[in-house]
């Protein structure tokens, strides 16, 4: 049999990468979700990255909420690539002067420098084709956060096959026990029908032939074969799809299958000891789903 490979739907993956003064950190984050759901977080001026970003989960991952955070920042400009604003720093000389002719402590020239607009970054601009590489960057980073992301939830996955695969044996053992109790159940219906009667109408005509109609007329009602016939094949069923990821969404369409065939199995069962076994069976299926809940 081949190995299983159900991932899970939690998870976190990062990656980094820089390129051309730019840096960047993107983080990749998923729970559980019926279907899948992408958020986008990313800098302001890449406009195409959201879009390249989703394509990237759509193609790697089937369910879950997922969170997509890109953090980007710019080097500064060195002080050799900085100029001084002539003009700025003139007219902070100017009030400088008239405020040391009133006694003021005449500037430094590192405060002057200081002052707002003295300095400033010279303007750079727009190169698109330089823009798109480093978008082109960055979504590649993205992509590797989203594997890590991936393989995360795969590990996840690794450790709930086992919990789900030990709940699928009981619902199975459960079942064959079902299975040895219907076949006493018959007999119970029919003894206890003919108790019944014989203490109710002892001298009715026709008796033996009035209980044995009426107690197999019970039996068949409280026949729960088709039921555990049912179950079994949805044991197979689940193992099946285990070993077909993803499966989150068909089992979760077989729990209810599992659950619908339990109850009718309770509400049919005549005796205690089948009726204590099918409680069990739906507090197993239960604890199941809530399992497969987890499973991408």
Same mark, same amino acid.
């Given at each position: 049999? =081949?190995k299983?490979? /159900?991932?899970?739907?939690t998870?976190?993956?990062?990656?980094?990468?820089?390129?051309?003064?730019? @840096?960047?950190? /993107?983080?990749?984050? @998923?729970?559980?979700?019926?279907?899948l759901?992408i958020?986008?977080?990313g800098?302001?001026?890449?406009?195409?990255?959201?879009? +390249?970003?989703?394509?990237?989960?759509?193609?790697? *991952?089937?369910?879950?909420?997922?969170?997509?955070?890109?953090?980007?920042?710019?080097?500064?400009?060195?002080?050799?690539a *900085?100029?001084?604003?002539?003009?700025?720093?003139?007219?902070?000389?100017?009030?400088a002067?008239?405020?040391a002719?009133?006694?003021?402590?005449p500037?430094?020239?590192?405060? +002057? +420098?200081g002052?707002?607009?003295?300095?400033e970054?010279?303007?750079?601009?727009?190169? *698109?084709?330089?823009?798109?590489?480093?978008?082109?960057?960055?979504?590649?980073?993205?992509?590797?956060? /989203?594997?890590?992301?991936k393989? =995360?939830?795969?590990?996840?996955?690794?450790?709930?096959?086992?919990? /789900?695969?030990?709940?699928?044996?009981?619902?199975?053992?459960?079942?064959?026990?079902?299975e040895?109790?219907?076949?006493?159940?018959?007999?119970?219906i029919?003894?206890?029908?003919?108790?019944?009667?014989?203490?109710?109408?002892?001298?009715?005509?026709?008796?033996?032939?009035?209980?044995?109609?009426?107690?197999?007329a019970l039996?068949?009602k409280a026949?729960v074969?088709?039921?555990?016939?049912? *179950?079994?094949?949805?044991?197979?069923?689940?193992?099946?799809?285990?070993?077909?990821?993803?499966a989150?969404?068909k089992?979760?369409?077989?729990?209810?299958e599992?659950?619908?065939?339990?109850?009718?199995?309770?509400?049919? @069962?005549?005796?205690?000891?089948?009726?204590?076994?099918?409680?069990?069976?739906?507090?197993?299926?239960?604890? +199941?789903?809530?399992?497969?809940?987890?499973?991408?």
């Amino acid at each position: 049999m =081949s190995k299983a490979t /159900i991932s899970g739907m939690t998870g976190f993956g990062r990656a980094d990468g820089a390129v051309d003064g730019w @840096s960047w950190s /993107i983080e990749a984050r @998923s729970v559980n979700g019926r279907n899948l759901e992408i958020r986008f977080r990313g800098p302001p001026g890449f406009d195409n990255l959201e879009r +390249l970003a989703k394509a990237s989960a759509q193609a790697r *991952l089937n369910r879950g909420q997922v969170t997509l955070g890109v953090q980007a920042k710019r080097a500064e400009a060195g002080a050799a690539a *900085l100029k001084v604003n002539e003009d700025v720093l003139a007219r902070y000389l100017q009030l400088a002067n008239q405020l040391a002719e009133e006694g003021a402590t005449p500037p430094s020239a590192d405060g +002057l +420098l200081g002052l707002r607009g003295v300095l400033e970054a010279p303007e750079e601009d727009e190169d *698109l084709e330089a823009k798109a590489a480093i978008e082109t960057a960055m979504a590649k980073s993205v992509a590797e956060a /989203i594997d890590a992301l991936k393989a =995360s939830r795969e590990r996840e996955g690794e450790q709930l096959l086992p919990v /789900i695969t030990g709940f699928i044996d009981r619902i199975e053992a459960l079942v064959a026990d079902a299975e040895g109790e219907a076949a006493a159940q018959v007999e119970a219906i029919r003894e206890r029908f003919t108790r019944r009667i014989t203490e109710l109408a002892p001298d009715a005509p026709g008796l033996e032939d009035r209980i044995f109609l009426e107690a197999a007329a019970l039996a068949t009602k409280a026949d729960v074969r088709e039921e555990l016939d049912r *179950l079994t094949a949805h044991v197979a069923s689940a193992r099946t799809l285990l070993q077909q990821p993803p499966a989150g969404r068909k089992l979760d369409f077989l729990m209810q299958e599992f659950m619908r065939e339990a109850n009718t199995l309770c509400s049919k @069962s005549a005796t205690t000891p089948l009726t204590g076994i099918g409680l069990e069976l739906k507090a197993v299926i239960e604890q +199941l789903r809530e399992q497969v809940q987890n499973v991408e």
